[in-house]
């Protein structure tokens, strides 16, 4: 079994920089995809970032592309969310997940692994 622990999260200021971490433990050799997701208050969860595990293929959505960056470290089994020009909209409560099946990389029905969320907060 897969687990993930996120880390990084926090307060900042408009056009401030934050940097998550996603820590996975377990036999994280079934991984297809690692994403990020994040849900801000009254909104659904939306898809952020994701990452092929062994290829490392990137994709974004449209709002965030040119501002974050998803990396990954094999040999710690962590991934990354970079997020740079930061807007008060990006304020969100920020998911990590490990998607263990074929199909879409933002199909959120597809992770079937999620980490407990961590708070981000941007001033505006």
């Known amino acids: 079994q897969v687990q993930l622990v996120e880390s990084g999260g926090g307060l900042v200021q408009a056009g401030g920089s934050l940097r998550l971490s996603c820590a996975a433990s377990?036999?994280?050799?079934?991984?297809?995809?690692m994403g990020w997701f994040r849900q801000a208050p009254g909104k659904e969860r939306e898809f952020v970032a994701s990452i092929r595990w062994d290829a490392g293929t990137t994709y974004y959505a449209d709002s965030v592309k040119g501002r974050f960056t998803i990396s990954k470290d094999n040999a710690k089994n962590t991934v990354y969310l970079q997020m740079n020009s930061l807007k008060p909209e990006d304020t969100a409560v920020y998911y990590c997940a490990a998607k263990r099946y074929l199909g879409h990389y933002a199909r959120q029905s597809l992770y079937d692994l999620w980490g407990q969320g961590t708070q981000v907060t941007v001033s505006s």
């Open positions: 377990g036999r994280t050799l079934s991984v297809i995809d």
